[in-house]
């Protein structure tokens, strides 16, 4: 992890309550994978390339992942991770404690709404309709998630819903929804996915996908972009680390849309490694929210400045640009990613 990050994460660890850093930083199970995602990155490394003469790009090829509940981080919540932003696409939760209209009123750059298909399908075409009326450019739907994961940490805590004071703002005054300190999840279908396609003009994407075969189902049903993803590791404790289950998807997709990857992005180099690995860009979640819980708006600038930062300066190293060739997995002198 870069060191920066790790101090904010530190911070964060001492000022938040523990039951809500545990909430932010747990996984499912025994939590394999969530240190994995994190640790399949260290098993790779770039084999630069020199003489190239190429301007570096001032792309930042970044979006900020939808994680849910800021409030719990900090008591501006969404408002302050949407002001410092700063451009960078915002992924904006569900799970909001901040109304999405709100957030896209606060925010600097684009705002795209994820989503949760729900159990009822008015209150699913409502949320859509009320990210539509928000200025939200893009919907995400999440489609690894058709039941909670187990959270341990969660679990000894006795913690399921939010505190008093705290909601789902999103789901406020929408018929049929049972509360607003916790949301529901649903079992759902590709014919879900091309009903809710039908019923919005905005860009969808699928964000939870690991298997090839699914990537190819998901361009043939009309997908703008997919996310690689695992859930940060919260969902099922037997995938593979998300970057590891990103080639496979890359070259099943063939170009026909963009990928991103998201999952264990810790660094600069992380980002870079993502990208010669096939990722049109990267999504960040818990070092945001440690921005966040340590320094509010400030914090989560701070998270955005010092990737950018490192991932400029090993873009550049690398000759500016960055293809699967150069990839390395260490200890084993192979060139090229053979996942």
């Known amino acids: 992890m870069n060191p920066v990050l790790a101090e904010l994460h530190d911070k964060a660890r001492a000022v938040l309550d523990p039951v809500h850093y545990d909430f932010f930083a747990g996984g499912v199970g025994d939590e394999v994978v969530l240190a994995e995602n994190e640790a399949a990155f260290l098993r790779l490394a770039l084999l630069p390339r020199v003489l190239r003469g190429k301007k570096v790009s001032d792309a930042f090829p970044v979006l900020i992942s939808p994680t849910a509940f800021h409030k719990l981080a900090h008591p501006d919540g969404e408002l302050a991770t949407a002001r410092a932003a700063a451009g960078t696409i915002l992924v904006s939760s569900m799970a909001s404690t901040v109304p999405i209209a709100d957030v896209v009123a606060a925010a600097t750059g684009p705002v ?26 893009a919907l995400v739907v999440t489609v690894d998630s058709p039941v909670f ?37 649903s079992a759902f279908s590709w014919e879900d996915i091309d009903r809710l396609r039908s019923m919005t003009s905005l860009p969808l994407w699928v964000k939870g996908v690991l298997h ?35 080639p496979g998807v890359v070259d099943a997709v063939a170009g026909r849309v963009p990928v991103v990857l998201d999952g264990g992005v810790r660094s600069g180099g992380d980002i870079a490694l993502a990208l010669a690995l096939g990722a049109s860009a990267v999504g960040i979640g818990r070092p945001v929210l440690w921005g966040l819980a340590a320094d509010g708006e400030a ?21 500016g640009e960055l293809t699967r060739d150069m990839v390395v997995v260490r ?6 990613w053979r996942g």
Not at 121 to 131: F, G
Not at 215 to 244: M, Y
Request: aromatic share 4%; proline share 5%; with cysteine.
């Open 112 to 137: 795209w709404f994820q989503l949760y298909v729900q159990p009822d399908p008015e209150v699913t075409q409502a949320l859509v309709r009320r990210a539509e009326r928000a200025g939200c450019t």
């Open 299 to 319: 914090g989560v600038r701070r998270v955005l400045d010092v990737l950018r930062d490192e991932y400029e300066h090993v873009l550049a190293m690398c000759g």
């Open 331 to 336: 200890g084993t002198g192979v060139s090229g």
């Open 212 to 246: 090839p075969a699914d990537a190819v189902l998901a361009v043939a049903h009309g997908v703008a972009g997919i996310v690689v993803s695992n859930h940060g590791g919260r969902q099922l404790d037997l995938t593979p680390a998300a970057v590891e289950a990103l």
């Open 149 to 185: 994961g187990r959270h341990r940490r969660d679990i000894a805590h006795g913690f399921h819903d939010l505190p008093a004071g705290l909601a789902a703002e999103n789901m406020r005054d929408l018929h049929g929804v049972p509360g607003l300190r916790k949301i529901e999840m």
